[in-house]
C-alpha cells in the first residue's frame, strides 16, 4: 500500500506541475472581465521574510529649503516628520483532493490529466473568487486577523456631501454601521489638524449619475493627477500591453448612465467603439466595469463608488515563498486520500494614500 501511495502521489505530483505549467496562476485568461483583480495581481510586488510590512512617510517640511543671499548664515531646523505604518500579513487558501481509488477508476496519462486538471481549476477558482471579493470589504473589526486590507481600508470614504477634498482620514471596519466604525489605517492618526497628508480624495455624488458627477470626476483626475496611458490598453484583457498607471472602476449603474450620456454627447466613452481600444474611457483614461461594485456596502464605501486608483501607490504585496504555492498533505482520517492545498499570504498596501487615488460614491449616510 506505502508503494501504491508513493507512486500515486509521484503521478499526482508530476501530473500537477505539468497541469500549473500550462496554466495561469493569475484568473488573467479565466476571467477577462476581471479587470480589477487582473491589473492589481498583475501589478503585485514580491517580498522575502518580515512579520509585517512597514512603511515610511514624510508628512511634513521641516522648511530648510529658501532663497539665501551670497554671505547668508545657515539655519537649518530639524523637526519629527516622518512616521511609520505597518499592516500585517494575512493568509487565503483553496486545495483540492485526491482520491487512491480514482487512480484505477481513472487510469491513463489522459484521463488523470484531465481530472487533476478539473480539481485544479475548480479550487484555483474558489481561491481566485475568495481574493477577488477581499479587494473591497476589508477588516469586519479590530479583532480581526484574517481579513487583508481592502482597496477602501486606503481610499476611504470622507465628509458627507463633499464635492472633493482630502477627506478621508481613517479607515471603516465593515461591521454593519452606516458608516462603519473608524480606525486609524496602518495605525497612522489623521485628521484635519494631525497628519493630513495621511488623507484620502473623497466626494460625495449624492446619488446623482449625471453632468454633476462628470464635474466631480474631472476636479479628482486634475487633483491626483491622472493621465491617460501612452499606449493603449484595453483592461478587460491586457493582452500583453502595457499595465496603465492609472484606472477607474465602478458599477454597472454608473456605467449604463453615463455611457448613455456619452452616446448623447457623442463624446469619448460608451458607444464610441475605438475609444481607447474598444474599452470605456474618462479623458481617456480607462475606466472598467467591476461587478463586485454593484453591491452598496454602507459601512466602507456607500453606494455606486467609483474607484480612481494609481496603480504604482496602491497594489498587493505577495511574500515571495507563499505566491499561489501548493502543499501537499495526506488526510489523516482517509487513509486513501491526498490534499493538495494552495496558499496566497499577502496584503493589499499603499505608500500614500493622498496620492493613491480617489473614491466618488453616495456617502453612507444619505
Known amino acids: 500500500m506505502a508503494d501504491e501511495f508513493e507512486l500515486a502521489t509521484d503521478i499526482w505530483d508530476a501530473t500537477f506541475q505539468r497541469i500549473m505549467t500550462k496554466e495561469p496562476k493569475l484568473a488573467t485568461f479565466a476571467y477577462r472581465k476581471w479587470s480589477l483583480f487582473n491589473l492589481f495581481f498583475n501589478n503585485a510586488k514580491t517580498v522575502i521574510g518580515g512579520d509585517q510590512l512597514e512603511g515610511n512617510i514624510t508628512m511634513d517640511s521641516e522648511g530648510n529649503a529658501r532663497m539665501v543671499g551670497a554671505w547668508a548664515q545657515d539655519a537649518l531646523e530639524k523637526k519629527n516628520i516622518n512616521a511609520q505604518y505597518t499592516a500585517k500579513w494575512r493568509h487565503a487558501k483553496g486545495g483540492m483532493m485526491w482520491n487512491l481509488l480514482e487512480t484505477s477508476v481513472n487510469a491513463g496519462d489522459q484521463k488523470i490529466y484531465d481530472v487533476l486538471k478539473t480539481q485544479f481549476k475548480s479550487g484555483m477558482k474558489d481561491l481566485y473568487e475568495t481574493v477577488y471579493l477581499a479587494l473591497v470589504t476589508g477588516l469586519t473589526g479590530a479583532s480581526d486577523y484574517e481579513s487583508p486590507n481592502s482597496i477602501n481600508t486606503w481610499l476611504r470614504v470622507g465628509t458627507a456631501s463633499s464635492t472633493g477634498g482630502w477627506t478621508g482620514y481613517r479607515s471603516r471596519y465593515n461591521d454593519g454601521s452606516t458608516p462603519g466604525t473608524a480606525y486609524d489605517t496602518g495605525g497612522l492618526t ?31 483626475i486634475l487633483e491626483l493627477g491622472f493621465q491617460a496611458p501612452t499606449v493603449g490598453v484595453n483592461v478587460n484583457t491586457d493582452l500583453g500591453l502595457s499595465i496603465p498607471d492609472f484606472s477607474m472602476y465602478s458599477t454597472k449603474n454608473v456605467h449604463k448612465t453615463l455611457n448613455n450620456l456619452y452616446a448623447k454627447a457623442d463624446d469619448n466613452m460608451g458607444y464610441n467603439k475605438n475609444s481607447h481600444w474598444g474599452t470605456p474611457t474618462f479623458m481617456s483614461i480607462p475606466f472598467a466595469y467591476t461587478d463586485i461594485l454593484n453591491t452598496a456596502r454602507t459601512s466602507l464605501y456607500g453606494t455606486d463608488p467609483i474607484f480612481g486608483i494609481n496603480h504604482n501607490d496602491l497594489y498587493p504585496v505577495i511574500h515571495a515563498d507563499w505566491n499561489f504555492e501548493t502543499v501537499t498533505a495526506r488526510d489523516p482520517n482517509r487513509s486513501t486520500v491526498l490534499k493538495k492545498l494552495i496558499w496566497l499570504k499577502y496584503q493589499m498596501w499603499c505608500d500614500n494614500p493622498h496620492d493613491a487615488g480617489f473614491l466618488i460614491s453616495r456617502h453612507p449616510s444619505s
Open 190 to 220: 489623521s485628521s484635519a489638524s494631525v497628519n493630513p497628508g495621511w488623507a484620502s480624495y473623497y466626494a460625495d455624488h449624492q446619488g446623482n449619475i449625471d453632468e454633476s458627477l462628470l464635474s466631480l470626476l474631472d476636479v479628482a
